[in-house]
């Protein structure tokens, strides 16, 4: 699949870091660090502006390690970029820990994955089918 980008910043493009990869790094095209104070949240812009055929989105979801060592996350995780949204890519983070954090120019800071969905119509009816599960929810099948 091809997809359209103007890139803004002075980054590379986004790219697959391994051959398995599922997900692209998004970086930071900011002119000066910022600095997420504990539980602060911040739109951090990439630079970058896509195309996105229909039929297809673009999800922005967070770094692992930066989450698992730093505490910074998402916000929205995950972020949906729709195909007919032409404005620049921005990532939502969100600092969870107890120290600030500061995002650099040109840092690693969440990750994209090009995903296909599909567009649902809806049937109004009066009763669903049943199944084994039925109303159970939110946890009601147990942790082990």
């Not at 994209?112 to 199944?131: D, G, P, Q």
């Amino acid at each position: 699949m091809t997809i359209k980008i103007i890139n803004k910043s002075q980054h590379e493009l986004p790219n697959y870091e391994t051959l398995a990869s599922a997900g692209m790094d998004l970086r930071a095209n900011i002119s000066e660090a910022i600095t997420l104070q504990p539980l602060e949240r911040a739109i951090i812009k990439t630079g970058l502006f896509i195309e996105l055929p229909i039929g297809f989105e673009a999800q922005v979801r967070p770094r692992s390690g930066l989450a698992a060592k730093n505490g910074v996350t998402v916000l929205n995780a995950p972020g949906t970029i729709d195909a007919d949204y032409r404005g620049e890519v921005g990532v939502i983070l969100v600092n969870l820990s107890n120290v600030p954090f500061t995002i650099e120019n040109g840092e690693r800071i969440a990750q994209m994955i090009i995903a296909k969905h599909e567009r649902a119509e809806w049937n109004l009816v009066t009763e669903l089918s049943e199944t084994v599960r039925g109303e159970g929810g939110f946890g009601s099948t147990g942790i082990k």
